[in-house]
Nanobody, 125 residues
């Protein structure tokens, strides 16, 4: 079982930066692929980025590639999403998620059984 708590959301101007954190409980964090998803009002929750448990390889949605960076620190049981050059269309509630142990990344939110409560990111133009 993994419990996740996001932090770091807020209001930022377009072109600015923000770093989201995801603190995980439990002793198996390093064995879980971690992902970030987001949901804007009236839209489906969508994949943003993921980092594999096995080799720390990373994956990104095309809409954030080159601007966002996902990372993890297993010693701190914490994952991160560094958001640079943000745009108004990045406005959403951002959720971190963890897959079952030893499962590699997926863009499908149904492959992630563990979720945080979400943190709001608002980008002003």
């Amino acid at each position: 079982q993994v419990q996740l708590v996001e932090s770091g959301g807020g209001l930022v101007q377009a072109g600015g930066s923000l770093r989201l954190s995801c603190a995980a409980s439990g002793r198996t964090f390093s064995a879980h692929t971690m992902g970030w998803f987001r949901q804007a009002p009236g839209k489906e929750r969508e994949f943003v980025a993921a980092v594999n448990w096995s080799d720390d390889s990373t994956y990104y949605a095309d809409s954030v590639k080159g601007r966002f960076t996902i990372s993890r620190d297993n010693a701190k049981n914490t994952g991160y999403l560094q958001m640079n050059s943000v745009k108004p269309e990045d406005t959403a509630v951002y959720y971190c998620a963890a897959a079952q142990r030893w499962r590699n990344y997926s863009t499908n939110r149904n492959e992630y059984p563990y979720w945080g409560q979400g943190t709001q990111v608002t980008v002003s133009s």
